[in-house]
């Protein structure tokens, strides 16, 4: 099976501090994309930001941006700035076009944000 | 505009029932997908709706599981003759469409218990 594969289930980090999160992913597609979510207590799961695999340049959305890196398979989340508010499960999926785009997620990472 | 809405928000049902959760999507979305988050298995697809298409049903379980989609907007996942292990949290998700890694957006989710 083609996987997406998150290896810190959980990390914490202080407010206003920059924190990383990683995600590898397998796949024999050259048209694919990928996402993070963000999911809440709420368990609303929340886009955070999107890269389209055939764009070399890394996605950024505010205080958060990807490091894309393609020939590795590695696609990283950073949060600049942490917010009490980001404290949430942070998943890692992939889509492929060719398959209608349903999403593999990786296992998840818990972010905890204390003040 | 109205997001996805899920109904019911949670749902407790005995081994053997049968159960129905419906998903609205975001309107003019042809996309629709439902997923499964369950502690021992993660995040999980199931079925994928793409406007009048038949539906790819190829992350179904078991025949237990059958969903449809009717005039394109409201979709139902019914589960027969449930069993404890299909206690989970059911989202569903609508894209404007299956291709172009379109993102997707998420319901609230229906919590299932089965005792």
């Known amino acids: 099976a083609q996987t997406v594969t998150q290896s810190q289930p959980e990390m914490s980090v202080q407010e206003a501090e920059t924190v990383t999160l990683s995600c590898t992913y397998d796949?024999?597609?050259?048209?694919?994309?990928l996402f993070w979510y963000k999911q809440p207590p709420s368990r609303q799961m929340i886009l955070v930001i999107r890269?389209?695999?055939?764009?070399?340049q890394n996605a950024t959305e505010n205080r958060f941006s990807v490091n894309f890196q393609k020939a590795a398979k590695s696609f990283s989340l950073k949060i600049s700035d942490s917010q009490l508010g980001d404290t949430a499960m942070y998943f890692c999926?992939?889509?492929?076009?060719?398959?209608?785009?349903?999403?593999?997620f990786g296992g998840g990472t818990r972010l905890m944000v204390k003040p | 505009g109205a997001g996805v809405s899920q109904s019911p928000s949670n749902k407790v049902t005995e081994k053997g029932k049968d159960v129905e959760l419906r998903c609205d999507p975001i309107?003019?979305?042809?996309?629709l997908y439902w997923y499964r988050q369950s502690l021992g298995q993660g995040l999980e697809f199931l079925i994928y709706?793409?406007?009048?298409?038949?539906?790819?049903k190829s992350g179904l379980p078991s025949d237990r599981f059958s969903a449809e989609r009717t005039g394109g907007s409201v979709s139902t996942l019914t589960i027969q003759r449930t069993q404890q292990e299909d206690s989970a949290v059911y989202l569903c998700?609508?894209?404007?469409?299956?291709?172009?890694?379109?993102?997707?957006?998420f319901g609230p989710g229906t919590r299932l218990l089965v005792l």
């Open positions: 998700a609508s894209s404007l469409g299956g291709s172009g890694g379109g993102t997707q957006y």
């Open positions: 796949t024999s597609e050259s048209n694919y994309y």
């Open positions: 890269q389209e695999a055939y764009k070399q």
């Open positions: 999926a992939r889509g492929e076009n060719n398959a209608g785009n349903m999403l593999t």
């Open positions: 309107s003019g979305h042809t996309a």
């Open positions: 709706f793409q406007g009048n298409s038949a539906p790819d």
